[in-house]
């Protein structure tokens, strides 16, 4: 079992920056695969970013590829989400995710993932 909390996000004028980050607990947090997804009022959730156990490969939705950097410290058992240049369209509660998974490769399909955030909101004002 794998606890994951969220935390970071906010309100931001469109143009600026946010750090979101989740903390894990419970079992070792360095055997999983790690992702943010979001979702938006209305909307379905959607994949933002994708990092390896060992953080040697990331993987980011066409829509925030170059505003977004994900990011894990696997001694503190924690992944973060740094996004840049924020738009209004980014609007939307932020969960990470944890998948635990004997061969690591990216995935983007949210069912694939094992564990949930409960989500913090990130509010981007025009």
């Known amino acids: 079992q794998v606890q994951l909390v969220e935390s970071g996000g906010g309100l931001v004028q469109a143009g600026g920056s946010l750090r979101l980050s989740c903390a894990a607990s419970g079992r070792t947090f360095s055997g999983y695969a790690m992702a943010w997804f979001r979702q938006a009022p209305g909307k379905g959730r959607e994949f933002v970013a994708y990092?390896?156990?060992?953080?040697?490969?990331?993987y980011y939705a066409e829509s925030v590829k170059g505003r977004f950097t994900i990011s894990r410290d696997n001694a503190k058992n924690t992944v973060y989400l740094q996004m840049d240049s924020l738009k209004p369209e980014d609007t939307a509660v932020y969960y990470c995710?944890?998948?635990?998974?004997?061969?690591?490769?990216?995935?983007?399909?949210?069912?694939?993932?094992?564990?949930w955030g409960q989500g913090t909101q990130v509010t981007v004002s025009s």
């Open positions: 995710a944890a998948r635990s998974a004997l061969v690591d490769t990216k995935v983007v399909v949210s069912s694939r993932y094992d564990y």
């Open positions: 990092i390896s156990k060992s953080a040697d490969s990331t």
